[in-house]
């Protein structure tokens, strides 16, 4: 079947929150797999409207992800706890500044998890390839957020080298 535009990126953005999809021609397959019609140019078009990115996941295959869930939507904790738990790997801290370490070409989804979190006492992020570099209010502290980070992503519990 034919969709309009709107349904036909729903429907994308549902197989990419569930399926791990490596190309586009495998999600015009799941696509029609699902009843849908699209060719590869018109998925391409979507991917890009969508915003989406090719992000390394464990194993160095790449997969298309959504880094972004809406600007109007706060990140529920689960979901901030799987994002840092699954990406940050490394926690450091320096005055009112944290840094976060990420696999290469996973920092934006970090970030963008935690822009989106509005996790207490957080000014801001900057995202690069594999470092968050995360601003923390004055008050709070580098400090005091890096160890309350790496509690969420699971970190507090390994021994540091």
């Given at each position: 079947?034919?969709?309009?535009?709107?349904?036909?990126?729903?429907?994308?953005?549902?197989?990419?929150?569930?399926?791990?999809?490596?190309?586009?021609?495998?999600l015009v397959e799941?696509?029609?797999?699902?009843?849908?019609?699209?060719?590869?140019?018109?998925?391409?078009?979507?991917?890009?409207?969508?915003?989406?990115?090719?992000?390394?996941?464990?194993?160095?295959?790449?997969?298309?992800?959504?880094?972004?869930?809406?600007?109007?939507?706060?990140?529920?904790?689960?979901?901030?706890?799987?994002?840092?738990?699954?990406?940050?790997?490394?926690?450091?801290?320096?005055?009112?500044?944290?840094?976060?370490?990420?696999?290469?070409?996973?920092?934006?989804?970090?970030?963008?998890?935690?822009?989106?979190?509005?996790?207490?006492?957080?000014?801001?992020?900057?995202?690069?390839?594999?470092?968050?570099?995360?601003?923390?209010?004055?008050?709070?502290?580098?400090?005091?957020?890096?160890?309350?980070?790496?509690?969420?992503?699971?970190?507090?519990?390994?021994?540091?080298?």
């Open positions: 079947m034919k969709l309009g535009k709107q349904q036909r990126q729903h429907r994308i953005t549902r197989l990419l929150e569930t399926t791990a999809v490596t190309s586009q021609a495998q799941l696509l029609a797999a699902d009843g849908v019609e699209a060719t590869q140019g018109t998925v391409s078009r979507d991917l890009e409207e969508l915003g989406t990115v090719k992000v390394r996941v464990p194993g160095g295959e790449t997969v298309y992800a959504l880094p972004e869930l809406p600007s109007q939507q706060i990140a529920p904790e689960d979901h901030l706890r799987r994002v840092l738990g699954e990406w940050v790997v490394e926690v450091a801290h320096s005055g009112n500044l944290v840094v976060l370490r990420t696999p290469p070409g996973s920092a934006h989804v970090v970030g963008s998890a935690l822009d989106r979190s509005g996790f207490e006492g957080i000014l801001g992020t900057v995202a690069g390839d594999d470092t968050v570099l995360v601003v923390a209010d004055e008050d709070l502290g580098g400090r005091t957020l890096g160890t309350r980070l790496a509690e969420v992503a699971g970190l507090d519990r390994e021994d540091s080298a």
